[in-house]
């Protein structure tokens, strides 16, 4: 988005140097990728940095409130109600499109904010190659930042401390379903190498009263005490896997984030936000009545990922055809219209969202700025089913 590096760098682009960006990123994690990699970062003005930040910490602060919160705890189904529930959630994501305003300046739109990490250690890795790359580039060698700390040192620690928090890292494991297989496996091994959390697929653990161990590489039974819980709710019910625990046992261990997160900071929390940034949201058991002109609404699933059940054309029947019971799992949300921001070399236009991520350690009172992820898209909406065979499309990293 930033003019004169986005000349710069397409200037010097060509398939070689995505080529090469590649082949770094996988030889550093040891892993190949699964997900698209986009050709370019994203090149931030300071003007965007100041709108996104300001509009991340304001969506972030509305929604700690007290009331709020209790209000969107009625998400949580009882029958995954993890006892141990903290005030605020170790990380959040507030998701942003870049749009533009009437008078054609850019501008950030709440798209959808979770309770939950992303790829917290991936980002790091890819603003470090890129560093390496853009050094070689006539105009772009400077020191570039994905992070809003002071520095990259800095960021690293917030990050350890929210991760890991005052353990021995062997006695941290990264939970997921069969972590190998997950496409967001790059962040997995990226966590491992920066902060040594081993990724462990939650059937693996065994279970001792309410203490969890797990087995290392040379079969020696460790402790687990502290969970860096990366379990997709809607996954794990689907896949049928049977746990050593269930979630509302009393465990003796920490959770960062805390499960309940999942499911109170979600699509859910975004028709209690009142911000220009945040477009207007409502359950659809609470509509009065459908709107007529639908064309200028999107209809979402409360709880889904990756775009996972949004419709951006919804009509009439689609709204009427959601049951009573689930009515308050869906939201109808003002329609989004993402602005082509970033030239590729082909000349064309790019859609960019920008997700805002925030992490709360043990010992801090409120969620932290730490870092930003980008992801690009000339479809329909973001995500790889919308942008097959298109280049210059996928996941990323902002530069300022």
């Not at 998701?95 to 917290?120: V, W």
């Not at 003796?252 to 900071?265: C, D, F, G, I, L």
Request: hydrophobic share 40%; glycine share 6%; net charge negative.
């Amino acid at each position: 988005m930033h003019p004169e590096y986005r000349a710069a760098f397409n200037a010097a682009f060509d398939d070689g140097v995505y080529a090469r960006y590649q082949a770094q990123l996988e030889a550093r994690l040891g892993c190949s990728f699964e997900f698209r990699l986009v050709e370019t970062p994203v090149f931030f003005t300071d003007d965007i940095v100041a709108k996104l930040t300001d509009a991340a910490r304001a969506v972030v602060e509305q929604i700690s409130d007290t009331a709020k919160i209790a209000e969107m705890k009625k998400a949580i189904p009882a029958k995954w109600d993890t006892p141990g529930m903290d005030s605020l959630p170790s990380f959040t994501q507030v998701d942003f499109a870049i749009c533009r305003d009437a008078d054609g300046a850019l501008e950030p739109k709440l798209i959808e904010l979770q309770g939950f990490p992303s790829l917290s250690a991936l980002e790091i890795f890819q603003r470090d190659a890129w560093s390496e790359l853009l050094a070689e580039m006539p105009g772009l060698a400077r020191e570039w930042a994905c992070w809003f700390t002071p520095d990259r040192a800095s960021y690293l620690e917030l990050a350890r401390r929210t991760i890991v928090g005052s353990h021995d890292p062997k006695e941290v494991v990264l939970l997921d379903l069969d972590p190998p297989k997950q496409k967001t496996y790059p962040d997995f091994a990226a966590t491992r190498l920066l902060f040594g959390a081993d990724p462990v697929c939650p059937s693996d653990l065994e279970r001792e009263g309410n203490r969890l161990y797990r087995r290392d590489e040379n079969g020696k039974r460790i402790r687990v005490r502290r969970i860096y819980n990366r379990v997709v709710f809607d996954e794990l019910m689907k896949s049928g896997m049977t746990l050593p625990f269930d979630f509302r046992d009393p465990l003796e261990v920490e959770w960062a984030p805390h499960p309940n997160w999942y499911w109170t900071w979600s699509k859910y929390s975004i028709p209690f936000i009142d911000h220009p940034a945040a477009p207007k949201a409502t359950f659809v058991s609470e509509l009065e009545s459908i709107p007529d002109d639908l064309s200028r609404y999107v209809l979402k699933p409360l709880f889904s990922f990756a775009g996972g059940g949004v419709n951006v054309e919804p009509t009439r029947a689609d709204i009427e055809a959601i049951p009573e019971r689930d009515r308050h799992d869906w939201c109808i949300m003002e329609k989004i219209d993402y602005a082509p921001v970033l030239t590729a070399v082909d000349g064309g236009g790019v859609k960019v969202e920008v997700r805002m991520m925030f992490f709360r350690p043990d010992d801090e009172a409120r969620p932290i700025l730490a870092q930003n992820l980008c992801r690009t898209s000339r479809g329909k909406m973001l995500g790889v089913d919308f942008n097959k065979n298109y280049t210059w499309v996928g996941g990323t990293v902002g530069l300022a």
